[in-house]
């Protein structure tokens, strides 16, 4: 059975922890900038009920780089994707995530930085 580490009650008390820290208590936003926490977006915005708003920074550079590249003429036409994934550290776990984030199959292969 592969372990999953969000939406469960471990991470929602890590969660809690940290947000309920007093120096959060009077944000307005709060800036998702690591890779893997779009995965707890939901758990989050459960957490604060809608009080503050999430921003998933991955999101937010992908737009300005879009609008960057629409303003410069640079941005080319959409076409279908060729996704060709490779990391220095293979886990299943890690295998299983990704297919979270794009909502299909991912395969990893594993390539070694350092020889």
């Not at 944000?27 to 921003?55: Q, W």
């Amino acid at each position: 059975m592969k372990k999953v580490f969000f939406n469960n009650q471990i991470s929602h008390e890590i969660i809690a922890q940290y947000l309920e820290d007093p120096a959060l208590k009077n944000i307005e936003a709060l800036v998702l900038a690591c890779t893997h926490y779009p995965l707890i977006m939901k758990e989050i915005h459960s957490f604060n009920g809608g009080r503050v708003d999430v921003l998933d920074s991955s999101i937010v550079v992908a737009e300005a780089l879009k609008n960057y590249l629409i303003e410069t003429q640079l941005l080319n036409e959409p076409s279908l994707p060729n996704h060709h994934f490779f990391v220095s550290d293979y886990t299943e776990a890690f295998e299983a995530s990704t297919r979270l984030f794009f909502q299909e199959r991912v395969t990893l292969e594993r390539h070694a930085l350092w020889n």
